[in-house]
């Protein structure tokens, strides 16, 4: 019989739950606008009508109906229909060897009912998760990912998903860049600093960056400022000037003006937009 930790994938695998709730929209709601999220947005129509935009297609999702749409995918929804729109919706991080499995990815549809058992662990994460905000301890956060974890085990029986499939081959000395990176990014991280932790030159991590993830090191670095920036903005109740801090920014003003630029929102419009649509 083979040890459990030679068959698990749980060191490779790691999700964070940002929420699960089950909302009920009456006729002619909308979403002020579209909003990029660092997480991935899962919502299954309970009854009614939804309307979204994905970018470059409309979509109705009607009774029974499933949308998983990745992070960074901007996105607006809205009631389409005559009657109330009752839905669930679930926010999660999903990482395999450090980096975000969905991202990359393009939202999917899946227009088939998902089995009872699966709604109703839906609606008790809900549940738990209102109870979390009243009084967060050991047994309520390990149940709460207990019961995340299967939902999306049922998810991927449902749908055929296939989490630890990767979106892109990385080079290994890139994966663990961006690991470090994404654990040091309130310093000052220059390129020479990177490289000097994987081993390899300068120009070759530029190479390699640019060969995994398409990006120069500057705009990687960059987009992960900007990604938990997002995360902190949505997530925490710490102030402009603590996030600038904690993503790398000495100057609150230069974090705005980068953070503008790169969502056309400054971070205190898109707190205040997050917090209007994180459901």
Do not use: C
């Not at 009508?49 to 409309?58: E, R, Y």
């Not at 009752?86 to 939202?107: C, F, H, N, P, Q």
């Amino acid at each position: 019989m083979a040890y459990i930790g030679a068959i698990s994938s749980d060191k490779k695998l790691q999700m964070h739950l940002w929420w699960a709730t089950k909302w009920t929209m009456p006729p002619g709601w909308k979403r002020s606008r579209p909003l990029r999220r660092p997480y991935t947005n899962v919502w299954y129509v309970l009854s009614g009508q939804m309307g979204v935009d994905l970018g470059d297609q409309q979509v109705d999702l009607s009774q029974g109906t499933l949308a998983i749409i990745p992070p960074d995918a901007p996105s607006s929804s809205w009631n389409s229909g005559n009657e109330t729109l009752v839905y669930l919706s679930l926010g999660s991080e999903i990482y395999v060897d450090g980096i975000d499995t969905m991202a990359g990815r393009s939202a999917m549809i899946f227009r088939q009912p998902l089995p009872e058992r699966v709604v109703e662990l839906w609606q008790m994460l809900s549940k738990l998760t209102d109870q979390a905000k009243e009084n967060l301890d050991s047994y309520l956060d390990l149940r709460m990912s207990g019961i995340h974890r299967l939902i999306w085990a049922e998810l991927i029986k449902e749908t055929g998903l296939n989490l630890l499939q990767k979106p892109g081959i990385v080079d290994v000395r890139a994966h663990e860049a961006v690991t470090w990176m994404r654990q040091n990014l309130d310093k000052n991280i220059s390129l020479d600093d990177v490289a000097s932790v994987v081993h390899v030159s300068p120009s070759h991590l530029r190479f390699l960056f640019m060969k995994s993830f398409g990006l120069s090191f500057r705009d990687l670095l960059i987009s992960m400022r900007i990604r938990r920036a997002r995360a902190l903005l949505i997530g925490t109740q710490h102030t402009i000037s603590e996030i600038a801090t904690q993503v790398g920014y000495n100057n609150a003003r230069h974090f705005s003006r980068a953070f503008k630029r790169a969502e056309g929102l400054s971070p205190s419009a898109y707190r205040d937009a997050g917090i209007q649509v994180t459901r």
